[in-house]
């Protein structure tokens, strides 16, 4: 979806990097969500935040962090990173109420730990 | 948490053919269930989803149905066309709360010319 955007889309980096993965949108949605995706496990939710003061840990938070610098921007840090992050980030927004429980995905960023 | 289960990992036909994803979840309370399709390179994107009060739900050639009762919902795509093949994944969630979604592993579908 091209309201979603994610930068880098591809990045190589060594064992031990800080690595920031970002994700800006311009639906107007209140809610942004960090996904990883690996081959036969399907998407896994890392975090989410609900608007820029609530942040969340969600399945699989260990090893990442995460800002949200406004209401369209949400960044992903990996501190120190390791090979077994390497993995597909996929970014993804919902709107706030009744009947808005769609999540729009981005493009997603292939991220290769060495 | 919930466990979200999806079967089969890959699925081949051909093309016009009818195919079938099934899907199971644990968590009685989860009352939202989208599917979800990837395309290669791309972020998966919603085709079709159904809340826990229909049973079935049909959108052209897509179709939905779930069993509150087994647990278990499944994706229908009838008169299957080469621009069918992607990866499918089921979710499921609570749309109270935090709404978080819980995916299945994905199906890989080749539709056979």
């Known amino acids: 979806d091209a309201d979603v955007t994610q930068t880098p889309r591809n990045r190589i980096t060594k064992t031990g990097k800080r690595i920031m993965l970002e994700c800006s949108q311009t639906k107007g949605h209140d809610r942004m969500y960090w996904y990883r995706q690996d081959p036969g496990l399907g998407l896994r939710l890392i975090y989410y935040s609900f608007d820029v003061k609530d942040i969340n840990k969600g399945e699989i938070s260990d090893g990442y962090s995460v800002s949200r610098q406004a209401q369209a921007k949400f960044s992903l840090s990996l501190e120190s990173a390791i090979p077994n992050q390497t993995a597909l980030y996929f970014c993804?927004?919902?709107?706030?109420?009744?009947?808005?429980?769609?999540?729009?995905f981005g493009p997603g960023t292939r991220l290769t730990v060495l | 948490g919930e466990n979200v289960e999806q079967h089969p990992s890959t699925l081949s036909v051909q093309e016009g053919d009818s195919a079938v994803i099934k899907c199971t979840y644990s968590d009685s309370a989860s009352n939202y269930f989208p599917w979800y399709k990837q395309e290669l390179g791309k972020g998966p994107q919603l085709i079709i989803d159904i809340r826990s009060n229909v049973g079935e739900k049909k959108d052209q050639r897509i179709a939905v149905t779930l069993n509150k009762t087994a647990k278990h919902f499944s994706l229908h795509i009838t008169e299957t066309q080469p621009e069918d093949s992607a990866v499918y994944f089921c979710a499921a969630s609570i749309r109270t709360g935090a709404n978080n979604l819980f995916f299945g592993t994905g199906t890989r579908l080749t539709v056979i010319p």
């Open positions: 993804a927004t919902s709107a706030r109420g009744q009947g808005t429980d769609t999540q729009y």
